[in-house]
């Protein structure tokens, strides 16, 4: 499966997992990995365009997508790629 981006931005964005707490952005690319896990997020609406707020980082990364709340392992965070409000 090829990477994921919102075509209007070239920027790669950080890394989900790389964020405060607080932090909003959109995400812009999701580096595959292994495709059930790109699969599995997409189907969870964890897609390039989707708002995002970070709600915790540890133990788990825990954020809001649009309006569902999700808590992924940080190996799964390190391939959601976000651009940040500040960017």
Do not use: W, Y
Not at 7 to 19: H, I, M, T, V, Y
């Amino acid at each position: 499966m090829s990477s994921l981006r919102v075509a209007f931005n070239s920027d790669r964005g950080r890394p989900l997992s790389s964020l405060e707490s607080g932090t909003r952005g959109v995400i812009v690319h999701i580096r595959p990995h292994s495709g059930d896990r790109v699969d599995r997020l997409l189907s969870l609406g964890v897609t390039p365009g989707a708002s995002i707020k970070v709600l915790q980082q540890f133990p788990g990364v825990v954020f809001l997508c649009d309006q569902t709340e999700l808590a992924v392992e940080r190996a799964v965070a390190d391939v959601i790629f976000v651009r940040t409000m500040e960017d």
